[in-house]
């Protein structure tokens, strides 16, 4: 998934857009915008007449039938951008000003709604950042915002807070009895501005005072590890910018583990939908050798036609493996699983991922009037197979919802039978709550 869906999705699309209803020339230059990008950045070739037609058509319930008739005839014979977009213009000027706001608004979705299901409109307001905070779990106990946590790298955790401390104002508003969200409200503002808290703390005879400085909410964690015994869990739920040095650390933190050397690692992709695909590449990157082809991208600009390739090297070279999947496993995720699937570094246990293989890229409009959120590439897997709807077919399948685990069909014929049993032991003896798809791949990264 690309860096720029991020931006779009930090707010819903029902928060209104900026307004639009300018003059005749700002809306073609929008609506100009708006066919050039699609029709230079789009993952497959588009005419423009089609995107201006679709756009037309959108307007049906604006206009009266044979005014839009007229128009989709002479658009039909119009040839060029220039020529195609004023067509959809004069017709957006026959709409009443009162509703020419929502009429772009409706030609701009019908642009895209043709295109494919991930295609749409991007208000203003999700391009700016989510607000600044101070990084705190709060809740209200006995009507007093009590701290649950801070959040990790957050300013709160800087200035020494901790679960259990008592807020008892926020510049100088006292919070006993208030809401949750009004104190969350508070606590929330620009980047860099300082709020100051009163804290009472357990242990502590007089009030804290304490002067955070708000900064952008940290991503949350998105890697998790433990041992048991010689074989390291690793969960990734998500790429952030984090996640590759988290990873990294998490790994080899396993591995100093000198107790008991280091046998196997199961890497848990369940549920990681993707997030940032140059993350992605560079986790792929630590886990076969550099140089290796991850997979690629297929598109018709120079950003969204490259391949991703393994750069970091090996941390762990020659390690048994075996990676979760499920079918909420999408995009980047399953490009790493294919990958290692690929090139025989890893078995895949689980279940069909979600077949999420495209990247969309947000493109913006003018004026800051929004942007679109163009499907702008497809993933590609090491061996050449679409990653698109076809997903990720584990090596050994779970049956969602039951106990059973089958070897793939195509893979049963040569598959190590001594393998086979083992996993099918350890999934009979374990209990009836048990992670059947964990168990699965901890019995096969046991010695023989």
Known sequence: MSRHRILALLAALTIPFAA????????????????????SHYV???????????????????????????????????????????????????????????ALKAALRGMLAGLDTHSRLVAPAEFKPPPASVGLELQMTQGRLTVVRALPGGPAEQAGLRGGDVIVAVDETLTDGMRLAEAVTLLRGEVGTPVILKVQRIGESTTLKMTLVRAPLPAPPSVSWEREGGIAVIRIA????????????????????VSVPLQGLVLDLRGNAGGLLNVAEQVGGLLLPSGTLIGS???????????????????????????LVDGRTGAGAELVA?????????LLIGERTAGAGTVQTVLPLPREEGGLLLTSARMVRATGAGVEEDGVVPDVVHAAGTRQLVVRDDLL????????????????????EADVVRVAAMAAMRRD
């Open 338 to 346: 294919g990958a290692l699937q690929d090139h025989g570094r890893a």
């Open 20 to 39: 639009w209803a300018g003059p005749r020339e700002d809306i073609e230059e929008t609506l100009t915008a708006a066919v050039v990008q699609i029709q």
């Open 238 to 257: 998500a790429f952030n910018q984090r996640t590759a040095a988290d990873f990294s650390a998490a790994l080899n933190a396993a591995a100093d583990q």
């Open 44 to 102: 497959d070739a588009v005419s423009t007449r089609q995107v201006t037609l679709a756009g037309l058509r959108s307007l049906a319930p604006l206009l009266q039938p044979a005014a839009l008739q007229l128009a989709i005839r002479t658009q039909e014979k119009a040839k060029g951008v220039t020529p195609q977009v004023r067509v959809l213009t004069d017709t957006l000027m026959r709409v009443p000003d009162s509703e020419r706001e929502a």
């Open 413 to 432: 014929a040569g598959f190590d039978k001594a393998l086979a049993w083992r996993i099918q032991a350890a999934v009979a003896q374990a209990g009836a």
């Open 297 to 323: 991208l297929r598109g018709r600009s120079a950003q969204n036609a490259r391949r991703l390739v393994a750069r970091g090297g090996e941390i762990v070279p020659g390690l048994r493996m075996s990676v």
